[in-house]
């Protein structure tokens, strides 16, 4: 079955730890994106991606950092320098002009 | 002034019932109009996409677009206890894919 996978479901993360979140599609999608979800205010992106090595910041970047090394993958890093990153973690896929698809989703909590 | 505004909710409605939910936009150069609905805990699934203005039906869910009032709608017919779950409107100006989400719909069908 096609899809995205996030891993893993729940994480926690201690004060000044990096973390990384796990995306993997096997949709054949070129785009690729991670959203973060807090209560009231929806969905932000944080960064975005066209195509292999290449990269964007989205709306609420800082304290985050992404990779592409592979069509099939976008990992993104909640490094220490984000100050509040208790949230619900989303990454989506997509062709172009086509609606996304999202992954299950990661919660992060720090501890 | 938010680019795309939704009423939290929650909507609360008897088993049965046509629901309405909507979202207002401000960005005339949205071309692109979807609706995803979102279970607690869990990742956004595409119901709905539309092109431009019009109307675009599928089983019990009806989405309607109006750009010249810049408003777009979701009507459920017979709605079901399965169909409590938080609606989210999203939309982008075509082109490479960047949408931009509404906060979300909750909504919950009582037996």
């Known amino acids: 079955d096609g899809g995205i996978t996030q891993s893993p479901k729940y994480l926690f993360r201690k004060e000044g730890q990096n973390v990384t979140l796990s995306c993997e599609q096997n949709?054949?999608?070129?785009?690729m994106y991670w959203y973060r979800q807090d209560p009231g205010q929806g969905l932000r992106l944080i960064y975005y991606s066209q195509i292999v090595n290449d990269f964007q910041k989205g709306d609420i970047a800082e304290g985050y950092s992404v990779s592409r090394e592979k069509k099939e993958s976008f990992p993104l890093t909640v490094t220490s320098a984000q100050k509040n990153p208790t949230a619900f973690y989303l990454c989506?896929?997509?062709?172009?002009?086509?609606?996304?698809?999202f992954g299950s989703g990661t919660r992060l909590t720090v501890v | 002034q938010k680019e795309v505004e939704q009423d939290p909710g929650p909507l609360s409605v008897p088993e049965g019932a046509i629901v309405s939910l909507n979202c207002t936009y401000s960005?005339?150069?949205?071309?692109?109009f979807m609706w995803y609905r979102q279970y607690s805990r869990k990742g956004p699934e595409l119901l709905m996409y539309t092109y431009s203005s019009g109307n675009k039906e599928d089983g019990r869910f009806t989405a309607q677009v109006d750009k010249s009032s810049k408003y777009i709608s979701l009507f459920i017919r017979d709605s079901q206890p399965s169909d409590s779950a938080t609606y989210l409107c999203?939309?982008?100006?075509?082109?490479?894919?960047?949408?931009?989400f509404g906060t979300g719909t909750r909504l919950l069908v009582s037996p």
């Open positions: 960005n005339s150069a949205f071309q692109y």
């Open positions: 989506a896929s997509s062709i172009l002009q086509g609606g996304y698809t």
């Open positions: 949709l054949n999608h070129d785009a």
């Open positions: 999203a939309m982008s100006d075509g082109g490479f894919q960047k949408l931009v």
